[in-house]
Structures are given as structure tokens and as C-alpha cells.
């Protein structure tokens, strides 16, 4: 009768697996929620420009500093995923958040005459940053424990997806509230969204099951393929940093578009609102597709490696013909504003198409015991270009112009083809997929 008790103890820690879906629904409503802050405040650049009396400059430094608090936190945030789970750490960056967004609506936002200085606004946007990095590498790793290889691509790409939703929806609200209601109703329904998928991470989000002992708890699907890697730190693997490198100078044409493509459109088109809302909503909505359209055919295909590679290419080329139709155009050429638009569509889309593939790339790479750690090294990459491109546009529009802006970012794209690893042999995939099956 001892014995039926301790089994019967030990049922609740022992979920079905369709409870994965549950967890991946957690994963994709935190990336959502902290995408429509770092994606989707941009897209008010020209309502921050003007409320908050800034030039080109002032505008790329604050928008930099939301890449940069991410890209600074990403590592030890990752570090922390791996030691304490996802769980804790996922709670903690989600309500956090929520109370840094909290606190630049009620102290930061321009109000009669007072408006806040570019220093208050850039570290408010800063600490935004800085405690919602932990949701990407927490989300991330909760995600590879609960699926095994081979839907991992799929479910990842899901995740990823979670991003241009999230920067989707804030193209289409923000912008909307913060120009009729101001920037307090932006911040505020930011701040909701993370607290509110926070009370859904307390509900679902759980290891997988639990190992006895030390009192850590370790994912049971944790495939030998994971567990193996588990004893050499991703930050000493060559493979996990080149992937990490490549995504990272492949992000400087998707954040190009994401920071400065408002502002692109109204100053060199004299797009309006609405026009400028629909274009980066598509963007952010294509994208979204594309992700969980690769992620799916990755896994039936194998060719992670390939597939990033493939897009580095189409991004460069796509970005030297924006660069080259914005030069024979030239500035106010209201009647190309329906052809640059799509060419913006077409280049975002291709820019932000691998994200989930690099990032399934680098959790295989290092184990799902490590995935939090190379997780946030790719996503430190990442948001140091998210920190770098806003404070280099304004200086490439000093020096040049558009065209200039975009012909760098084509360069960009293109770097990230070396860098990027080759096609890893089949043996070592069909192993992989083979120890995770046991």
C-alpha cells in the first residue's frame, strides 16, 4: 500500500505529451508579448520622433537601447535558464518586464509641456531590454525539452513565428495609440500582454518530468544527442559561434526594416499612416508564414544549414535591388511608392524567414541541456545588431543616402554566407535523430 502511494505521488509530475502543445503556446505568447515592445515600438519612430522632440540620431540611439539591454542580458539570462529551468527564470523576465513597461507609462511619456529627456527615455527602453532578454533562451529551451527531433524544426519555427506576430501586432496598434491616445496606452497594453502570459506560464509551463536527487529538475527527453554535447560548454564549440555570427550579420537587414522602414517610407515616399501600419504589418505577417513554413520543411529535409545559407544569398539580392530602384527614383517619388513598399515586403520577409532554423540549428548543436546557453548566444548576436543598426543608419543618411543604407545592409546578408557552417554530413543527423529516439 506504501508503494501505491508513492506511485500515486508521483502522477502529477507525469504529463502526456500532448501537453507540449501547451508549453509551445507559452513559448509563442512570451516572444509575442516582448516582440510587440522591441519590434513594435519602432514602428512608432515617426510618433517618438516627434513627441519626444528627437532627430534621426536621438531616435536611432533610444531604439538601440532596446537591442542592446537584450543583447547584454541575453547570455547570462541563458546561463540562468540552464542552472535554475525555465520555468523560474521565464516568470521572473515576463513580470519584470511588465513592470519596467508599467513604469514608463506612468513616469516617461510626454504630458503638457514636460517631455523626458532623450537619457530618461533611452534607459527606460534600456531596462525594457535588459530583463526581456530572459524570454527568448527560457522559452527556447522549454520548447526543445518537450519535442524531440525531427518536429523540433516545426515547433521552434512556431516559437520564432511569435516574433513578427508579436512586431505585426504592434505595427498595427501602437502606432494608432500612441498618435491619438499617446505613449502611456502603448506602454500600458505592452505591460498587460507580459503579465497576462505570465499567469498562463504559472499554470502550464513545466519540465517534462523530474530526475530525483540534487532537487534540479532535467528534462527526460533529453536525448543522448543533448547529453553528449552537455559536457563541453557551447561557448567553447566553433560550430554553435559561427551560427551565431552568421544569424547575427543577417539580422542587420531585418532590423533595418524593423527600426528605420517607418521612417523610410514617410520621409522617401510621403507614405501616410495607414500605408506605413499595412506595409510593416505584412512584413511582420510574411515572415511569420515563411517561419513555420521552413521550420516544416527543414525537418522532412534535413538542411538547416543549407537553408540559411540559401537565404543570406536572396536577402543580399533583394536589398541590392531596393538599393538600386531608391537610387534611379529618387527622394519623394510618390509613385514608386506601391513598388518600394513591395520590394520592403519581399526583403523583410526573406530577412526573418530563417529565424527559427538557425535557432533549432543552435539547441541541436549544443544539447537540450545546454540550449539555453547557445540559444542566447545566438540571440546576443542578434540583439547587438539590433543595438548597432539604428546608430548607423542616421550615420550612412549623414553621409549618403537610402540607397546607401540598403546597399550596406545587402553586404551584410551577404558576410553571412561564409560564416554560416556548411551542410553538416547525414550520418551525423541520422545519429542524432537516433539517440534522441531512445
Known sequence: MGNDSIAAARVP?????SHRWKVLGI????????????SGIPTTAVFLRSGYHLGNEGLGLVLGMLGLGIAVSELPWGLLTDRWGDRRVLL?????TAAALAGLALFVVPSGGHVPGVATLALGLLLVGLLGGSVNGSSGRAVMAWFREGERGLAMSIRQT????GGGLGALILPALASRFGFASAYTVLALACAITAVFAWCWLHEPSHVEGSGASTPRNASAAGAMPAKVSPLRDVGIWRVALGAGALCVPQIAIVTFGTVFLHDFNRAGVLAISVTMAAVQTGAAIARVWSGAWTDRRGNRRAY?????VLTAVLFASLALMTGLAGMHHTAMTAVVALMIVLGGIS???WHGVAFTELATLAGTSRAGTALAMGNTCVFLTLFLTPLAIPLLLS?????MVWAVASV???????VFPRTARVSKLTAARACDAT
Open 27 to 38: 513559448g509563442f505568447a512570451a516572444n509575442a508579448s516582448f516582440s510587440a515592445a522591441f
Open 399 to 403: 553621409v549618403g543616402s537610402w540607397p
Open 351 to 353: 530577412a526573418s524567414a
Open 162 to 165: 511569435a516574433v513578427p506576430a
Open 308 to 312: 540559411m545559407r540559401a537565404c543570406s
Open 92 to 96: 521572473l523576465g515576463l513580470l519584470s
Open 412 to 418: 551584410c546578408a551577404l558576410i553571412a554566407l561564409p
Open 13 to 17: 509530475t507525469v504529463r502526456a505529451a
